[in-house]
């Protein structure tokens, strides 16, 4: 089974800042790698698919990028609506497997 | 518009079984493969199945493996996750989901308790 570590756990950012949450997957999943936003009560929301394409609707300040078994979401500048936590989750192959999630917060 | 939701959930001895239900529309259910997932109160997500669009394949997470079954009937557009021997861990939000699209269901809770 693919194991998928993803750091930090918590992140206290400020708004205007650059965040940078990651994924690192046990073995090659290629680009199979979503990345979600979920706020309290709600069911989790798509923002990256294919670890790269940002999902319609979603702001641009919102991006993803990866190299090797190494995934990032980058924030560029961090806004109120953007505080949640945040998943990757890999779809490469079944067992499909959530990283541990990051819980973001205003510092 | 794709609506995928989700039914059968509630409060439930440990032991005992439950049928979730996941009711799609809006896209051709029968050409997806289609999954559950699950969160636990204040944890993270849980990938627990997923079934080919055809049922020719079907795998599941350790955590339910034997326990749970997915099961699909393409003529309701309807997805299924029988679960038996259920636990008090098995408390969750379940959703049903479209991946790697952004479509999920809202979620249906299953509570295990006694």
């Known amino acids: 089974d693919i194991q998928v570590t993803q750091s930090p756990s918590s992140l206290l950012a400020s708004l205007g800042e650059r965040v940078t949450i990651t994924c690192q997957t046990s073995?090659?999943?290629?680009?199979?790698l979503n990345w979600y936003q979920q706020k309290p009560g709600q069911a989790p929301m798509l923002l990256i698919y294919?670890?790269?394409s940002l999902q319609t609707g979603m702001p641009s300040r919102f991006s993803g990028q990866y190299s090797g078994r190494s995934f990032t979401l980058t924030i560029t500048s961090l806004e109120p609506e953007d505080i949640a936590n945040y998943f990757c989750?890999?779809?490469?192959?079944?067992?499909?497997?959530f990283g541990a999630g990051t819980k973001l917060e205003l510092k | 518009e794709v609506q995928l939701v989700e039914s059968g959930g509630g409060l439930v001895q440990p032991g005992s079984s439950l049928k979730l239900s996941c009711v799609a529309s809006?896209?051709?259910?029968?050409?997806?493969?289609m999954h559950w997932i699950r969160q636990a109160p204040k944890k993270g997500l849980e990938w627990i199945a997923l079934?080919?669009?055809?049922?020719?394949?079907?795998y599941y997470a350790d955590s339910v493996k034997g326990r749970f079954t997915i099961s699909r009937d393409n003529s309701k557009n309807t997805l299924y996750l029988e679960m038996n021997s259920l636990r008090s861990e098995d408390t969750a939000m379940y959703y049903c989901?479209?991946?790697?699209?952004?479509?999920w269901g809202q979620g249906v809770m299953v509570t295990v308790s006694s």
């Open positions: 989901a479209l991946i790697p699209t952004g479509y």
């Open positions: 809006g896209f051709t259910f029968s050409s997806y493969n």
């Open positions: 079934i080919y669009y055809d049922s020719s394949n079907k």
């Open positions: 073995q090659s999943i290629s680009n199979n």
């Open positions: 294919y670890a790269t």
């Open positions: 989750l890999q779809h490469y192959s079944a067992p499909n497997t």
